[in-house]
T-cell receptor, first 113, second 115 residues
Framework: AQSVTQLGSHVSVSEGALVLLRCNYS??????LFWYVQYPNQGLQLLLK??????LVKGINGFEAEFKKSETSFHLTKPSAHMSDAAEYFC???????????FGTGTSLTVIP | KAGVTQTPRYLIKTRGQQVTLSCSPI?????VSWYQQTPGQGLQFLFEYFSETQRNKGNFPGRFSGRQFSNSRSEMNVSTLELGDSALYLC??????????????FGPGTRLLVL
């Protein structure tokens, strides 16, 4: 079964600074990968997804993620943090067997003015 | 196009009671998945229904059950509630089953508090 590891349950960045949220998955077989964002008292919203078309994936709100098979990583980045980016971010992965959707434990992003 | 809707949004129950949560997927979507979100365990997969059939089930006791109707609406039932069942229950829908590149769209969740 797949597993997803998000390093850093809490990340703080200054407004305007680079955002880097880390995600590693367990399998060497390229899965489908997703990043979701959850604002307080809301459901999850898709930021971006990797479906093997391109290793660098651009999402909404200026976020992007790069799939690195050799590192089994799918880290999320944004060049300049905005106050509105403060939220919980979840990395998720599926696999080609069509089984469950696996979520990481989430990273809470704080943006400091 | 309306999003995924979940009812009720908030619920308070006592131990031993049972509860039924409802999820209406996006129009045309045939897959509905349920997740439990708690501060300690994070997001955990409960089960998925596709075209009225349970496709996958997570590692939860039999007290947790669900079903899907012909209009793709889904219900989740928890019997003999325990304090640990207090959580945010999220429903997600997609046209194709999960496990593909298909995007899952999440509802706002039902927050259940068990006293």
């Amino acid at each position: 079964a797949q597993s997803v590891t998000q390093l850093g349950s809490h990340v703080s960045v200054s407004e305007g600074a680079l955002v880097l949220l880390r995600c590693n998955y367990s399998s060497s077989v390229p899965p489908y990968l997703f990043w979701y964002v959850q604002y307080p008292n809301q459901g999850l919203q898709l930021l971006l997804k990797y479906t093997s078309a391109a290793t660098l994936v651009k999402g909404i709100n200026g976020f992007e993620a790069e799939f690195k098979k050799s590192e089994t990583s799918f880290h999320l980045t944004k060049p300049s943090a905005h106050m509105s980016d403060a939220a919980e971010y979840f990395c998720a992965v599926t696999d080609f067997t069509g089984n469950q959707f696996y979520f990481g434990t989430g990273t809470s992003l704080t943006v400091i003015p | 196009k309306a999003g995924v809707t979940q009812t009720p949004r908030y619920l308070i129950k006592t131990r031993g009671q049972q509860v039924t949560l409802s999820c209406s997927p996006i129009s045309g979507h045939r897959s509905v998945s349920w997740y439990q979100q708690t501060p300690g365990q994070g997001l955990q997969f409960l089960f998925e229904y596709f075209s009225e059939t349970q496709r996958n089930k997570g590692n939860f006791p039999g007290r947790f059950s669900g079903r899907q109707f012909s209009n793709s609406r889904s219900e989740m039932n928890v019997s003999t509630l325990e304090l640990g069942d207090s959580a945010l229950y999220l429903c997600a829908s997609s046209f194709f089953p999960s496990g593909s590149e298909e995007t899952q769209y999440f509802g706002p969740g039902t927050r259940l508090l068990v006293l």
